[in-house]
């Protein structure tokens, strides 16, 4: 899941808010708009699903623009950093210290910051309207706050058009929100995919939250596009035409050239594939073991059960145990146990127990 679409969602709802379906505390459209319009940051904290079975914290905060600076909009998920100023998206991983930088709304992964941000009411005061037109089944009630005792509002409504649902809790005095969550589906069912516990308005936020940290190595989109084509091409020289030596010429090509882009990691891993195809032990294993010492980080277990294939493959038993095991535990948490690599390097552990008896 990217985080803009995390982004868009949590905003969206903000904007769904501002529907005026008649409630018993006075409460309209124009009134939240207004509220909204006054509001200069806001910062939503709550918990949204990373990957099946697995759920993960979340903060996001967005400054309004003024007319000495853009819409400024960060979003912290798991391992990721997004940070959005004007033109630009910064998509960055702390954990490699590094960051693909974007140009405009129109980049497919992270148009949604960018509509998010047109729908938010300081920026198109019809956002609202539009929303209203789609938005079903909108209903509307008051309870207290089990923690402070205080009225609320809760609004509920389904938005057919994404096949998503909404509960909304807003303060009927500031007319604001005080938490959302979005349900994948359109009867509120099961755990939500994003639960926004809590919102601040108006919190002071440091420069320095909008900027890119000096030691980031900034990769430039076009690098990314022009790296993923030679690994595109070489996917298909490997997968497709089974051509493993001329795939390696690509794979390395990908890495020598696009070291930081993402498939440069995934080069060095399919280049010791390619290896084992061709039966090369030894170079299996060697890039496998290169690829997971430069890029530790994000492999969910893939690296370490190719290394133990590797080791396995080369009569390596005890290596290749560890390496399976090391991929388990890698995995766990964030891949299902009839997944790949789980699955896989669980039977190859049982298999090589058993020769071991």
């Not at 949204?48 to 003024?66: D, H, L, M």
């Not at 140009?103 to 509509?115: A, F, R, V």
């Not at 994000?298 to 059960?305: A, H, L, P, R, S």
Request: hydrophobic residues 40%; aromatic residues 10%; glycine residues 6%.
């Amino acid at each position: 899941m990217k985080l803009g679409a995390v982004a868009a969602a949590v905003l969206v709802a903000l904007v769904v808010v501002s529907l005026d379906r008649g409630t018993n505390i006075a409460w309209s459209m124009e009134q939240t708009i207004e509220a909204i319009e006054q509001i200069k940051t806001i910062q939503i904290e709550g918990m949204v699903v990373w990957s099946p079975g697995t759920v993960v914290p979340f903060c996001f905060w967005v400054q309004a623009p003024t007319e000495n600076s853009p819409l400024k909009m960060r979003g912290e998920l798991a391992n990721h950093v997004m940070i959005a100023k004007g033109d630009k998206v910064y998509e960055c991983w702390p954990d490699t210290k590094t960051a693909t930088v974007h140009y405009g709304p129109g980049i497919t992964d992270l148009k949604y910051w960018y509509k998010a941000a047109e729908l938010v009411p300081w920026m198109v005061r019809e956002g609202p309207k539009l929303i209203q037109q789609y938005a079903e089944k909108w209903q509307q009630s008051v309870d207290r706050d089990p923690n402070t005792g205080e009225e609320r509002i809760l609004a509920t409504c389904t938005y057919p058009p994404s096949s998503m649902s909404f509960l909304l809790i807003v303060d009927p005095e500031t007319k604001l929100i005080e938490g959302a969550r979005l349900w994948s589906n359109l009867k509120h069912e099961g755990d939500p995919y994003i639960n926004a516990q809590k919102f601040t308005y108006n919190e002071e936020f440091a420069a320095e939250m909008f900027e890119v940290p000096p030691d980031t190595t900034i990769i430039d989109e076009k690098d990314v596009v022009q790296a993923e084509t030679l690994f595109e091409q070489a996917e298909q020289l490997f997968h497709k035409d089974k051509k493993y030596a001329e795939a390696i010429e690509l794979y390395q090509q990908a890495y020598d050239k696009y070291p930081h882009v993402g498939v440069g990691s995934s080069s060095l891993m399919m280049i010791g594939c390619c290896h084992s195809h061709l039966g090369n032990k030894e170079k299996a294993i060697e890039f496998c073991q290169k690829a997971y010492r430069e890029f530790p980080i994000g492999w969910e277990g893939v690296i370490q059960f190719y290394l133990g294939g590797g080791y396995m493959d080369n009569g390596q038993t005890k290596e290749a145990l560890a390496a399976f095991e090391a991929c388990l535990a890698d995995a766990e948490g964030k891949r299902s146990p009839d997944q790949f690599p789980v699955k896989n390097a669980r039977e190859a552990i049982v298999k090589l127990k058993g020769e071991q008896r």
